[in-house]
DNA sequence: AAATTAGTCAACCATTTGGGTGAATAATTT
DNA sequence: AAATTATTCACCCAAATGGTTGACTAATTT
């Protein structure tokens, strides 16, 4: 399931601590737990929880050398939203292009009939 | 505070069943509440309060006709994440294209010196 | 005026979430 | 071998989430 997937990353993304934490990340390269933690008022314990979340999400790697763990960030997942983003803007314009024609050609073939569920469209706002 | 915006938006879209409906409303237009409704399995109400949820991050309008709610997409808002995501990249972009350089010119000067909290870049994975 | 229809509000429930603490594990340092 | 350091694991807790049902309001229809 994709959408899992998209859900996933969505709400690992939805918490300011981990945005944080992704652009430390970003910026700094990879960087240790520790580290990472003494950015952040709240415990290290937190910190741990909060990575593990966006590992699980795919939006950090760990690589562990000895007792330490390097949290890198990983940006692929995120072009993910991105697609999801874009077909929805695609779908968006291309209804919006199929109206417009029907407005030009006056076709009278599409008129509503009644007994239709969906309500007449009254156009966007 | 543009965090809280950003949050709420994300937050809203990591749901299936919210982003099912802003892809019903991007592909049909405006539709009322129970029309919305009947394409899940959950109770109207439930639906009902996702709706509020897209309302309250902006992905939805409501426009109200006598009884009746239509529903609006807004795929505005979805501009912010991109940005986010935008920013968030060339971050790490400008980061490796200073590193790079920083191997070519084999410059001393930043070299670490051990007294740093920071561990030595190991490189992205 | 009565009944129906559209939708929200309020209360309830189980689960998840974001935080905290203390103990456990594993690798280093002394 | 003992102490320290780096991190996770296992619970605890309050608040938020996603779902339900039942009552309530308001607009239509009959």
Do not use: C, Y
């Amino acid at each position: 399931m994709d959408e899992e997937d998209l859900s996933r990353i969505l709400k690992a993304a939805g918490d300011t601590t981990r945005r944080r934490i992704l652009t430390l990340l970003v910026q700094e390269g990879a960087l240790r737990v520790t580290a990472l933690a003494a950015h952040f008022e709240m415990s290290l314990n937190s910190v741990s929880k909060h990575i593990k979340v966006l590992e699980e999400a795919g939006l950090v790697t760990r690589r562990t050398v000895g007792r330490e763990h390097f949290i890198a960030p990983e940006l692929a997942p995120l072009r993910l939203t991105e697609q999801w983003f874009g077909q929805l803007k695609s779908i968006w314009e291309l209804r919006l292009s199929a109206l417009e024609e029907l407005l030009v050609t006056g076709d009278q073939d599409d008129e509503r009939t009644g007994t239709d569920d969906k309500p007449q469209d009254r156009g966007p706002a």
